[in-house]
């Protein structure tokens, strides 16, 4: 852990994190270049903190009054399924699988068989046993692979494809797009949930620039792409645009980033509302964050918690702030979702 953590901070360092830096060119670039390793050693420190937290372990989703989260967190999955129309027997991959949550229900929801790909070998490790736990084995399948470059696949491999809050880790959309757009076979449909800043975004605005530092450097992301970025890198490649459609910016009666303030939204026991607990009030108070960095600190000096946890911390307090206050503002979206074709040939 301390290792991943050290490195992630080498290039993320505190000195490009505070959003008055002015940002030199070379600096950018060299976060793109360390791009894969940056995002390796990002869910490497915090899949597992996410995964007791009961939140934001994958994805994050849309609300809707009494409706459980766990259900809320499916519900976007199969909605995602149904926007691709994924259908029983088709071969489809998944783009940055996480832990395989996603790839397991829309098998079970459709009767797909989906390949999850993934770069990073500790969540594989997790999906492969969650799904044999699942007996889904003979339906999901995984590999480990940068979807920059899905040396596995020969060109027209699947039937169709999803990515949910992945591809915004490729340093350049057209690259990642164009992978996709290379594997499905003609008439395949592509559908992504894709993490960006809309359009409400203003680089002008300190309060807009802080946001989007604290979603790059809390979220393991070299530089977040725009609305407008994703949707010229998808015309680019040769996708048909099927449709566009921010469900960050629906109207809901519970907002999306309401998830990353309120501990109540689900009840999972103790340690995930206590988790949920103190991490919400640390995003809320610079206070309550500066005294649990201190305590986390003096814990790990004590080795009672592993070197590197106070950096894991504070990763998770910066990424709560910059989705939440992001969500707030109109300015991030999650869920900012394009269903695309491969054109016949
Ligand atoms: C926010 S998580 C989403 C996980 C999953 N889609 C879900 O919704 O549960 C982003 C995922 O993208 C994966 N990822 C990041 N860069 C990648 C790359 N270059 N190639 C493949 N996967 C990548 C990460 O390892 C992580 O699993």
Known sequence: MQQDADEYFRVWNPEQADPNHQEKPEELEQRKAAQDALSIQYYNLVTSIFQKSGR?????????????????????????????????????????CGIGNPARSIARFTGANITGLNINAQQLRQARQLTQEAGLGYQVNFVEQNFLRMEDFAAETFDGAYAIESTCYAPDLVEVYSEIFRVLKPGARFGVYEALLTDK?????????????????????????????????????GFEILAIDD??????????ETQLSDPTLEKQGWLSFALLSVFFAARASPLVNRGLQAVVGKLEQLTLFPAGSQKVVDLVVTILDGMYRGGALGIFSPMFLIVARKPEA
Not at 64 to 85: D, K, T
Request: charged fraction near 25%.
């Open 56 to 96: 934001m372990c994958g994805h994050l989703c849309r609300l809707s009054p009494n409706e459980p989260m766990a259900q809320s967190l499916v519900r976007h999955e199969h909605y995602l399924a149904h926007r691709v129309n994924i259908q029983e027997g088709e071969k489809i991959l998944d783009v940055g």
């Open 201 to 237: 975004y203003d680089e002008a605005n300190p309060v807009h620039r802080e946001v989007k530092t604290n979603i790059e450097r809390g979220g393991g992301l070299a530089r977040i792409h725009t609305s407008a970025e994703a949707i010229a890198a998808m015309k680019a490649v």
């Open 247 to 256: 469900l960050g910016a629906r109207p809901d009666q519970i907002p999306w």
